[in-house]
């Protein structure tokens, strides 16, 4: 066996599993119903591209060009190790070599079809908004660049450092890279940065795949494997999947105080529900920034626009708490009682208005004010 043949032997295996897994939960009329309303709204974006590009025009320039800079960061490379490989080729470490070599090629293949079409999209956006801002080849080959640059450094800090350490260097060079680009757009030093990002480029692919990285990328592969997994179950309602917490102690009430003192069944249950939100930073980002982003687009939409979006707030929020609910009630210990006297199906809602109110509240209370200065303007 050949290690390219092998690693064509595995990307089968690959496919096979994710297409039995999404036939198992989504059936054929859901496919169908999902490329309807992905057609359905290519069309509305369709006929509202102008209306759109006047709005993207009074956004600000760095919080577009942030944006596209951090679409260069979603690269990846994937190498279809498993644990088992360890002991199958202890005596063929051509074939593990191989195929890292494979996986590479093939993911950085994937990558540069990837970062063109990032950058042909972005070089058209930004031109609708602001004509002559960008030029066409030098931008699409420093994107490019910068993308296969940053695919490749993150598979070598993989290699090199774990846990809070490679946290703190992610975002350390994600500040630098991220000035560095932002200086090459306005000075306009586009042949010296494509220079430098693809020496650094080369460097950087020699030193992975001379490095033993078998663990790191067995560890990365599997995790991949899992998320697409986890993304086919998420789409069910009837798939019950509760999410980990890498903390080993709870960010609020360590010492389970009581925060309400009604000890009826549901205010018992909403005193549980709150903590099992409060203690998961998850769960606490999520709702913030659900929040947090309708109000900031509030500010840059059309009037008649913020009230659809108030409109799917109040559907999306809603549905959103269920969901965390369900995960809460979905412990083995409180699916005992489902039915009994301390879960009951009527609890769901006077256990969830507590969080959903308030942001009703403070989104509506936006949209008014926006509604008020959007006529005062006038």
Known sequence: MTSFRLYIDRLKQERQYQWKNTKAVIDWTIL???V???LFVAGM???????????????????????IYYLAWSGTIRVFYQQA????????????????KWGTIAGLGLNVVKGVLIAALSYLLMEAISPSTLP????????????????????????????????LITIAIFLAIGF????????????????MLMGGFIVLLVIYLRAESFWVDMAHNEKIRQKYVGMIFYASEYVHVPRASDRTKPLFFRRSQRIIEDRRPHGALTELFFKYLLRNSRH??????????????MAYLPLWMTFGLFMAFFFFLKEWLNIVYDELVGHPFLNMHKGKKLIQEHYQELVTRWLYYPAIGLVGFVLIMNTLFHFLMR
Not at 45 to 67: C, H, K, N, R, T
Not at 136 to 152: D, S
Not at 180 to 195: K, P, Q
């Open 32 to 34: 169908v119903y999902i």
């Open 36 to 38: 309807l309303t992905l």
């Open 45 to 67: 974006v369709y006929d509202m591209f102008p209306s759109l590009i006047a709005i993207l025009q009074e956004l600000p320039y760095g919080l577009s060009f942030f944006v």
């Open 85 to 100: 490989d360890s002991y199958f080729f202890v005596h063929r470490k051509d074939l593990l070599n191989g195929l890292k």
């Open 136 to 167: 066409l080849v030098e931008w699409i080959l420093f994107y490019l660049t910068l993308f296969l640059f940053i695919t490749v450094l993150d598979k070598v800090i993989d290699l090199h450092w774990s846990g809070w350490k490679r946290k």
């Open 180 to 195: 560095f680009a932002y200086l090459t757009v306005i000075e306009s030093m586009w042949i010296l940065a494509i220079v």
């Open 284 to 297: 606490i980002f999520s709702y913030l920034q659900m929040v947090g982003i309708t109000i900031a687009a």
